[in-house]
């Protein structure tokens, strides 16, 4: 078996008092992507830049490829870096910004342009390679962004919150633009973002961080379905996540409330959206926040919905909120 893009084993990095990361292990597979997921300030950023070599970590080790790196200065490791504010040189050409990194590994200039202009084909830009940096929109410098570490051929790609200066249209579409472009790349990818749905829309595995630590590891679609505390619940959106006694918590899914059948409950706010109704219903689990259609805000009754909940569905999880 081929060893994986990375592996970090017990990373802890901290900055005087504070704790960064603390004990943070984890595993890229070779053309896996992994996203690094958690609120801002929660040691992402931390460990990525640990990985690039950037910054030191104060224990644990760092592999890439198999090969044990802690030690090793930026240049030596191999990784491409997409950051978030993309860092393209503003001198440069499109076609010289996305040459540079081929060039500074050794690449002779015609194989460095041969493989720039691959890696901007991939990402759509074949035509702006004249242009510089100052006359692209946001999405177009992403893409250089990402068309420059791809051309660097590093078998680790790790990108930082790389989406977060698009506006919400153009995100969603180079979403489902990166996804395929992972896919053909086959590099291993750590993504760093604190958008869920970022992390569940690009990622085959979710590495959730709260406060320097590592809280659940596992399928993006698993760790949705299953999150292992009420604070992972309720960080990753989900809305009905209910206090219940002894320090547990009761995670309500969306898909185990069924309308219109059932006692009707008492609504006790209403909030119009751009889709609908946000209504909550006084439950015997709790306080439910619901999101209704139209349809469904019609089916409210004097005042009362009925709905019911499968209970078979509501999951029991340890509730960590307070605090961090
Ligand atoms: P994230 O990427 O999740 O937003 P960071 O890794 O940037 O989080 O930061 C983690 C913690 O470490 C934060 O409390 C932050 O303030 C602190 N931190 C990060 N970099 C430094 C630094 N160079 N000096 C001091 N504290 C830092």
Redesign the pocket.
């Known amino acids: 078996m081929s060893s994986p893009a990375l592996a970090l084993h017990h990373l802890s990095k901290r ?2 008092s ?4 603390e004990d943070v292990s984890l595993t890229v597979g070779a053309g896996e992507t992994v996203a690094l997921l ?12 640990c990985v690039a070599g950037l ?1 030191r970590p104060d224990a644990g080790r760092v592999e890439i490829g198999g090969r044990d790196v802690t030690p090793l200065p930026p240049e030596a490791r191999h990784v491409g870096l997409v950051f978030q504010d993309y860092a393209l040189f503003p001198h440069l050409s499109v076609l010289g910004n996305v040459t540079y990194g081929p060039r500074m590994r050794g690449a002779r200039r015609a194989q460095a342009e041969g493989r720039a202009r691959e890696a901007l084909a991939l990402v759509g830009l074949e035509a702006l390679t004249g242009r510089t940096p100052a006359q692209l929109s946001g999405g177009q410098a992403q893409r250089v962004a990402l068309a420059r570490a791809v051309a660097t051929g590093s078998p680790l790609l790790l990108l ?1 919150e790389p989406l977060s200066n698009l506006d919400e249209q153009l995100r969603a579409r180079l979403r489902s633009d990166l996804r395929a472009l992972f896919g053909q790349v086959g590099a291993g990818v750590l993504l ?1 973002t ?1 958008d869920q749905r970022e992390a569940l829309a690009l990622a085959a595995r979710v590495a959730v ?1 709260r406060a ?1 630590r590592l809280v659940q590891v596992g399928g993006a679609a698993e760790v949705f379905a299953r999150p292992a505390t009420a604070w992972v619940a309720a960080f990753l959106g989900h809305t009905n996540v209910l206090t219940a006694p002894g320090g547990l918590a009761r995670l309500v899914p969306e898909g185990a409330v069924r309308l219109g059948k059932g006692n009707p409950l008492p609504v006790t706010a209403y909030q119009p959206t751009d889709t609908g109704t946000e209504v909550t219903v006084v439950h015997p689990l709790g306080t439910l926040t619901l999101h209704l259609s139209p349809r469904e805000a019609g089916g409210i009754d004097e005042g009362r919905l009925r709905l019911s909940v499968d209970e078979g569905r509501v999951l029991t999880l340890p509730d960590d909120r307070e605090g961090a």
């Open positions: 900055y005087g504070t704790v960064a990361a958690g609120p801002s300030g929660c040691g992402k950023s931390t460990v990525l830049r910054e930082d760093v604190h961080m320097g």
